[in-house]
């Protein structure tokens, strides 16, 4: 094959996978960083699919599997806050999104087999990571009219500083972040 004909081949693989086609292998990345979460967005038509992933710190403050009431209370709680998407990640109301589908998990991050893993998982009591993976789909009736996104998640979340973001449309794919200081993502163009 050619090497115009071979990069055309690949090209149209990439078009062909799925934007969350990798979300199975997606936690094999290593451990996460507290304060930085993830959140990945893809647009196609009037559908939004997001997925979030934060450190468990970054939400609830603790990582270890929630014994006390207080701590399960602290659980149950943010994945409420979690679960209501368009109030945490505010889209323009011109727009008019509406949250079809919302899955909030709160998991133990899972290690690469034979990974050294500074917690010691055998021992009881040792420390452990733990993340909140949400996904979410939302449709808008004017998708031209997303042009930005306003999140509400630092505040929120005393313990997040950063999230990563990742916008995948078909126009192509951006990153960039949002912070405490500038908690806003311009899309403009992405729709
Ligand atoms: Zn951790």
């Given at each position: 094959m050619s090497k115009v004909l071979s990069g055309l081949a690949s090209m149209a693989m990439l078009i062909a996978v799925p934007a969350f086609a990798d979300q199975a292998d997606h936690?094999?990345?290593?451990?996460?960083?507290?304060?930085?979460?993830?959140?990945d967005?893809a647009i196609e038509g009037?559908k939004?699919e997001?997925?979030?992933?934060?450190?468990?710190?970054?939400?609830?403050?603790?990582?270890?599997?929630?014994?006390?009431?207080?701590?399960?209370?602290?659980?149950?709680?943010?994945?409420?806050?979690?679960?209501?998407?368009?109030?945490?990640?505010?889209?323009?109301?011109?727009?008019?999104?509406?949250?079809?589908?919302?899955?909030?998990?709160?998991?133990?991050?899972?290690?690469?087999?034979?990974?050294?893993?500074?917690?010691?998982?055998?021992?009881?009591?040792?420390?452990?990571?733990?993340?909140?993976?949400?996904?979410?789909?939302?449709?808008?009736?004017?998708?031209?009219?997303?042009?930005?996104?306003?999140?509400?998640?630092?505040?929120?979340?005393?313990?997040?500083?950063?999230?990563?973001?990742n916008v995948t449309s078909p126009k192509g794919q951006t990153q960039?972040?949002?912070?405490?200081?500038?908690?806003?993502?311009?899309?403009?163009?992405a729709?």
């Amino acid at each position: 094959m050619s090497k115009v004909l071979s990069g055309l081949a690949s090209m149209a693989m990439l078009i062909a996978v799925p934007a969350f086609a990798d979300q199975a292998d997606h936690r094999q990345l290593g451990p996460h960083v507290h304060g930085q979460g993830t959140l990945d967005i893809a647009i196609e038509g009037n559908k939004i699919e997001m997925e979030l992933v934060s450190p468990g710190m970054d939400i609830v403050g603790f990582e270890h599997i929630a014994s006390t009431d207080e701590q399960k209370a602290a659980v149950e709680k943010a994945k409420a806050k979690l679960a209501d998407v368009l109030a945490v990640f505010k889209l323009p109301a011109a727009a008019n999104c509406k949250a079809e589908t919302a899955n909030v998990e709160n998991r133990k991050e899972t290690h690469k087999p034979g990974e050294k893993d500074d917690d010691d998982d055998d021992k009881p009591g040792a420390p452990q990571h733990s993340e909140f993976h949400a996904t979410y789909t939302i449709t808008c009736e004017a998708p031209e009219r997303v042009t930005g996104l306003e999140t509400v998640y630092f505040s929120n979340f005393a313990g997040a500083q950063l999230l990563n973001v990742n916008v995948t449309s078909p126009k192509g794919q951006t990153q960039a972040q949002m912070t405490r200081d500038k908690p806003t993502l311009d899309l403009t163009g992405a729709m």
